[in-house]
């Protein structure tokens, strides 16, 4: 029987590869014989190792991007009920921190296949933004909040991925949001 996903399970595999081994310098040929495919089934589906990086990437966001919508259209009057649910979606998906955090270096220094990270954080922002106008912000404040959570977000995560101390991460996100929507 012919797999109907086939792009999407090789990603699917190769993200699991890569949370668990890093990228490094790993080749095409490393991964497929890891993931149990040929490289040219690689160079096919994303056309270079640039190309499943930024996969890899765009599935990330996309992700999480899907989650928050959700968990806003479920919820639609609970700003700091739903920043904190999607910080625990967050957490329970931080096997892929160590990941993110890897392929964001090479976004700092503008290595062209990261134009996917520039992308997603500009999408985060709007999209957070978007909801939070929703919830009464006046856009300015709203685009400065939207930056701020993503800033603190990322600081917990890396918290998280390098202490491991849960509490100290969700103490840093709970405060933020507490200072952020008192008594909301």
Known sequence: MRNPRPREDLLEKAIAYFVAHGV?????RTLAAEIGTSHRMLIYHFGSREGL??????????GQQAVL???TSADPGDPRGNAWRMWEVMVEGSAITPLVFELSA??????PW????????AAWVRQIGAHLVAYGEPPARA???????????????WELAITGDRAAA???VRTVLDETWPGR
Do not use: K
């Open 24 to 28: 490094g310098d790993t080749s095409l």
């Open 53 to 62: 990086l930024t996969a890899i990437v765009s599935s990330f966001w996309h």
């Open 69 to 71: 919508d959700e968990l």
């Open 106 to 111: 090479p976004a700092m220094q503008e290595a």
């Open 114 to 121: 990261t134009e996917s990270f520039r992308e997603g954080t």
């Open 143 to 157: 685009e400065a909040l939207a930056r701020a959570a993503m800033a603190v977000v990322r600081g917990a995560l």
């Open 170 to 172: 969700d103490l840093a």
